[in-house]
């Protein structure tokens, strides 16, 4: 089992950034994908990007794409999301989660996830 912990939620006004980590430590051998799911009020679970243990392969919901960047850093096992010109409906929860498969957007995949970190835009 991987464990994960997220930091670095917040509160922000619409157009600024904020940056997301997750540190993963335990069982990391054989895991594929590294991603970020988030949940907003009355929705569901939604796909926001993943990246390959490797780092060398991304992928992105198409919401985030060309303002979100997921990197990971090798010395520490850590994925950052870095989010910019954010708009109020990106508030949700944002989830760390790790799966075997590679470079997975399903959320069924995933089977280990953090605890989650508060996101709220303001308008």
């Known amino acids: 089992q991987v464990q994960l912990v997220e930091s670095g939620g917040g509160l922000v006004q619409a157009g600024g950034s904020l940056r997301l980590s997750c540190a993963a430590s335990?069982?990391?051998?054989?895991?594929?994908?590294m991603g970020w799911f988030r949940q907003a009020p009355g929705k569901e679970r939604e796909f926001v990007a993943a990246?390959?243990?490797?780092?060398?392969?991304?992928s992105y919901a198409d919401s985030v794409k060309n303002r979100f960047i997921i990197s990971k850093d090798y010395a520490n096992n850590t994925v950052a999301l870095q989010m910019s010109s954010l708009k109020p409906e990106d508030t949700a929860i944002y989830y760390c989660a790790a799966a075997r498969r590679f470079l997975s957007r399903e959320a069924s995949d995933f089977g280990s996830w953090g605890q989650g970190t508060q996101v709220t835009v303001s308008s």
């Open positions: 335990g069982r990391t051998f054989g895991t594929g994908t």
């Open positions: 990246i390959s243990w490797s780092g060398g392969s991304t």
